[in-house]
């Protein structure tokens, strides 16, 4: 995939982004802020400037984990932001397959089903990360397949659901699986963005792990991932997953456009890391960030074109 530069067929850029529906909603960017914060010490100092801005610019925005709000609300603050957001934009919160999978096997998922209520989100992320658990001292294992267990949520539950891989990326057996689930998106946490198998490795102080390195670098990036949707679209259009989110080793705003304006189903990108290193300052730092980001797209819209 190329950009080419339409310098003398494009008149003057418009001022504004023009609204599209998305998960049901209406963003104006084609933007997700995605899962970042999950009871830190900064989380609502992050999350509302993020809510903010989401608010302001028309984003999308998935909580990071909100495992911690299943038991008590003491961190419910941190988390509560559709008042700051608004009724018109998406947003998700988000659950670990491991949690699920437990919960599953309780028959305690209808606490998945309070919690979003209480946070009056949109719907559910399930985050998918089997080597960060089991590279992780405290990681935990799972029992069952996490396809299986996303499916036998499904049948329990009238939550809207996004799928999200965490930091390696998915094959494309594993995408062929879940786009033909009822579920609201796919969300990529493609090889390239931040490496949490790398991470929990470089935790373990008292043990050599070098034998383990090379799974650090096993997976598919974004643009590999969505060329794979893209294909199995191509050849089977009657899937039911009919939405991405593309994240995972995006670092600027033309490489998330180019595979957006690509994706054969709608589509929106992350840029996880920047937005975070932005949002833990002051809103007016991120409000600049989020503003060069608008104009980047409109200017994109404007004079460019992929092909």
Request: glycine residues 10%; charged residues 25%.
């Given at each position: 995939m190329a950009i080419s530069f339409m310098s003398l067929l494009s008149p003057h850029p418009s001022h504004k982004p023009q609204p599209f529906s998305f998960l049901g909603k209406s963003m104006r960017l084609p933007v997700w802020i995605s899962s970042m914060t999950g009871g830190t010490a900064l989380a609502g100092k992050i999350n509302r400037n993020l809510a903010q801005a989401c608010a302001e610019?028309?984003?999308?925005?998935?909580?990071?984990?909100?495992?911690?709000?299943?038991?008590?609300?003491?961190?419910?603050?941190?988390?509560?932001?559709?008042?700051?957001?608004?009724?018109?934009?998406?947003?998700?919160?988000?659950?670990?397959?491991?949690?699920?999978?437990?919960?599953?096997?309780?028959?305690?998922?209808?606490?998945?089903?309070?919690?979003?209520q209480r946070?009056?989100?949109?719907?559910?992320?399930?985050?998918?990360?089997?080597?960060?658990?089991?590279?992780?001292?405290?990681?935990?294992?799972?029992?069952a397949a996490p396809i299986e267990t996303i499916q036998a949520f499904l049948e329990q539950t009238q939550l809207k659901v996004i799928v999200k891989e965490v930091g390696q990326g998915m094959?494309?057996?594993?995408?062929?699986?879940?786009?033909?689930?009822?579920?609201?998106?796919?969300e990529f946490g493609a090889l390239g963005g931040t490496n949490f198998t790398k991470l929990e490795l470089a935790r373990h102080t008292n043990t050599d792990t070098a034998l383990f390195d090379t799974f650090g670098r096993v997976g598919h990036t974004a643009e590999e991932?969505?060329?794979?949707?893209?294909q199995i679209?191509?050849?089977?259009?009657?899937?039911?997953?009919?939405?991405?989110?593309?994240?995972?080793g995006i670092t600027n705003v033309l490489d998330g456009y180019r595979l957006v304006k690509s994706s054969q189903i709608p589509a929106v990108f992350g840029m996880g890391s920047a937005f975070l290193k932005h949002a833990t300052e002051d809103y007016p730092t991120l409000q600049t960030f989020v503003k060069q980001i608008e104009k980047s797209l409109l200017l994109a819209d404007q004079f460019l074109r992929v092909r």
């Open positions: 610019f028309g984003l999308g925005m998935g909580l990071g984990s909100c495992r911690i709000l299943l038991e008590d609300d003491k961190y419910l603050p941190d988390f509560d932001v559709r008042p700051i957001l608004g009724e018109d934009v998406p947003f998700f919160a988000n659950l670990g397959i491991a949690q699920l999978e437990r919960m599953i096997q309780a028959g305690s998922t209808d606490k998945i089903d309070e919690m979003v946070l009056q989100a949109d719907g559910i992320i399930i985050h998918v990360n089997p080597l960060q658990e089991a590279f992780q001292p405290e990681g935990d294992l799972l029992a094959g494309p057996e594993s995408l062929k699986a879940l786009l033909k689930l009822p579920i609201e998106a796919i991932m969505a060329a794979m949707v893209n679209v191509g050849e089977s259009p009657d899937q039911r997953c009919r939405q991405l989110i593309i994240s995972g």
